[in-house]
């Protein structure tokens, strides 16, 4: 069921795709996702995401801790113009059991180029966030404070943190709960303050730190890192995991 070549079936533009893809064997993977941002203010909204893998309503009234209850969220809040001054601030949380974005075929997980497309932690995870920034004169000031708790495998068990393992063999059919396995606690913590250089070309000088504290019974990471220079308005690749 892995060798999937192009299904005539998806191609009508009006489709339900679960019952279509069930019809034809579950040989897909299929999530549902919704998300929602509702402006409580001029300056403030609410947003948040949530997904469903795989889940019975059944096991989820049980609370038994089904290994096949897979599902995500995130809740969060922006504001921007804080009392009026350029301060810009949000936080959110994110959540996802065990399990999530996982497939019976490794390659059918929800990754790309053995990456993980909806979160870097993969699955079994809990994260915060705060982001904040304030211009002042030609001045901004960027701080990210990032925490999460997760868990990964141990002693060759499947439970649940890495989506390119198969879900055939869960350690586990039921009992499974958050961070199960080795639990980790992760910290990120980065400080930047830039300001733009003469000539309109939108480019700056910038100077930035960071701080990546890893940690679990088997081992810590301890590191810094520190960066200067000039940049220029293209997209730019955020790696605060």
């Known amino acids: 069921l892995s060798q999937r070549a192009l299904d005539l079936n998806y191609l009508n533009p009006v489709i339900f795709y679960r019952p279509v893809e069930f019809a034809q064997g579950s040989a897909d ?11 409580v203010s001029k300056s403030v ?18 609370a038994d801790g089904w290994w096949a209850n897979k599902f995500g969220g995130q809740l969060g809040v922006k504001a ?61 000031i960027r701080e990210q404070i990032s925490w999460a708790g997760y868990g990964r495998d141990s002693d060759g068990q499947n439970l649940g943190g890495n989506i390119f393992r198969s879900y055939k063999s869960p350690y586990r059919q039921y009992g499974n709960e958050m961070m199960q396995g080795l639990k980790s606690t992760f910290h990120f913590h980065q400080f930047e303050i830039s300001t733009p250089l003469a000539g309109g070309t939108g480019s700056e000088l910038f100077f930035s730190h960071a701080w990546r504290f890893e940690k679990n019974k088997v081992s810590t990471t301890n590191e810094h890192f520190v960066t200067a220079g000039i940049r220029i308005p293209v997209n730019r690749v955020v790696q605060d995991f």
Request: charged content about 15%; glycine content about 10%; proline content about 3%.
């Open 29 to 39: 993977n299929v999530l549902l996702g919704g998300g929602f941002r509702a402006k």
């Open 80 to 140: 921007f113009n804080v009392m009026g001054t350029s301060l810009f601030f949000q936080s959110e949380w994110n959540i996802v059991r065990p399990f999530t974005y996982t497939h019976g075929s490794s390659i059918q997980a929800w990754g790309h180029l053995n990456q993980p497309l909806a979160h870097p932690m993969g699955a079994n995870f809990a994260e915060w966030v705060i982001r904040a920034g304030y211009t002042w004169k030609r001045w901004t």
């Open 45 to 62: 909204q609410v947003y948040g995401q949530l997904v469903l893998d795989e889940f019975l309503l059944r096991e989820i009234k049980n």
